[in-house]
């Protein structure tokens, strides 16, 4: 199965050896998105604001690929600390709508640029 790289300059581009998104057959895999701003560089200080930012750029990266929240099937929320998991999901339940994505959150140790939260999707078009 052929494989195509996404990318979207609306969103920030990739910070190691990987794409921002990769589509094969109907799926695309979107890679974690850290809350930056693509356009300043910039990142929210709160988590409510790198929730919103983070699925900003996943908006922005599944729209170069022809699809948009609606086709998520999977999330996956990395968090720095789990006291933030609320207000996360707050955010969170602004952006999908029922049925909603299947989803895993947990916290991890650290997170790049010492980010609050990322947020990868598997989507269908």
């Known amino acids: 199965m052929a494989k195509t790289a996404i990318h979207s300059e609306a969103a920030p581009a990739a910070i190691g050896p990987y794409s921002q998104a990769v589509k094969a057959g109907n799926l695309i895999f979107v890679s974690g998105q850290l809350p930056i701003d693509a356009a300043s560089g910039e990142m929210p200080s709160d988590i409510k604001a790198q929730t919103?930012?983070?699925?900003?750029?996943?908006?922005?990266?599944?729209s170069e690929a022809g699809a948009s929240l609606d086709n998520v099937l999977k999330t996956t929320v990395y968090l720095a600390?789990?006291?933030?998991?609320?207000?996360?999901?707050e955010v969170y339940a602004e952006h999908f709508k029922s049925p909603y994505p299947a989803r895993a959150a947990f916290?991890?140790?650290?997170?790049?640029?010492?980010?609050l939260v990322e947020i990868e999707v598997v989507a269908t078009i």
Do not use: H, T
């Open 81 to 89: 600390d789990m006291s933030l998991f609320g207000e996360m999901n």
């Open 107 to 115: 916290a991890v140790k650290e997170l790049p640029k010492q980010a």
């Open 52 to 62: 919103r930012q983070s699925i900003r750029n996943i908006e922005a990266i599944l």
